[in-house]
């Protein structure tokens, strides 16, 4: 038996399959869009989830990057509920510095 006997199985199983594919070609047509449907979603959502949470932002000590942020107690605001105000402006950011 050869080295590479696993690879001649292989090809007689894909002559197999392409011939199966052959005779029968709505089961083709099937087969293709299943696959179709599986792959092509799963590549989109893991570019997506790779580009938003997996890689790094680009910036030096990323880490140490924040978002500040103005706690309003419920009885200072107008509707008398707390609120969480985003950003500051430039002389409460030199303040808090």
Do not use: C, K
Request: charged letters at 20%; aromatic letters at 6%.
């Amino acid at each position: 038996m050869t080295r590479f006997a696993w690879l001649d199985d292989a090809g007689r199983d894909l002559q197999h399959a392409l011939r199966t594919l052959r005779e029968a070609p709505g089961f083709a047509a099937v087969v293709i869009l299943t696959l179709a449907l599986g792959i092509g979603p799963n590549t989109a959502i893991f570019s997506v989830v790779r580009a938003v949470l997996l890689r790094p932002l680009p910036y030096e000590d990323a880490a140490r990057l924040v978002r500040p942020y103005e706690n309003i107690p419920a009885s200072e605001s107008p509707n008398l509920r707390p609120l969480h105000v985003g950003g500051m402006n430039l002389v409460e950011l030199l303040e808090v510095q």
